[in-house]
């Protein structure tokens, strides 16, 4: 009923950037809170940054000055801007997003968690 795509990923060097998109789809009532996720080999999946509908973030530690979460409402999509890009940074990231699906009735209306399905970011010289 929805779907999330994410886009952006690759190949960059180490100090590089890149900018990772998270396209919502389908029927969708409200788009509220929104985030990026990230899991590197061997290890859990970890938060990286949220964002609500109004525009409040949040980022864990290791990327703060460094990522910066976005989003345009008008098109149901957040951004991820990458910017001084580390080896560490290298994971298959993941959007996220809570909505409400549904028609327009209010009777239609719940509540649903969507996961992506990741996408490769390689940071490596």
């Known amino acids: 009923q929805v779907q999330l795509v994410e886009s952006g990923g690759g190949l960059v060097q180490p100090g590089g950037s890149l900018r990772l998109s998270c396209a919502a789809s389908g029927s969708i009532f409200s788009l509220n809170a929104m985030g990026w996720y990230r899991q590197a080999p061997g290890k859990q999946r970890e938060l990286v940054a949220t964002?609500?509908?109004?525009?409040?973030?949040n980022y864990v530690d290791s990327v703060k000055g460094r990522f910066t979460i976005s989003r345009d409402n008008a098109k149901n999509t957040a951004y991820l801007q990458m910017n001084s890009l580390k080896p560490e940074d290298t994971a298959v990231y993941y959007c996220h997003a809570d909505t409400v699906v549904g028609g327009t009735h209010p009777g239609t209306h719940r509540f649903l968690e969507v996961w992506g399905q990741g996408t490769l970011v390689t940071v490596s010289s």
């Open positions: 964002i609500t509908r109004g525009g409040s973030t």
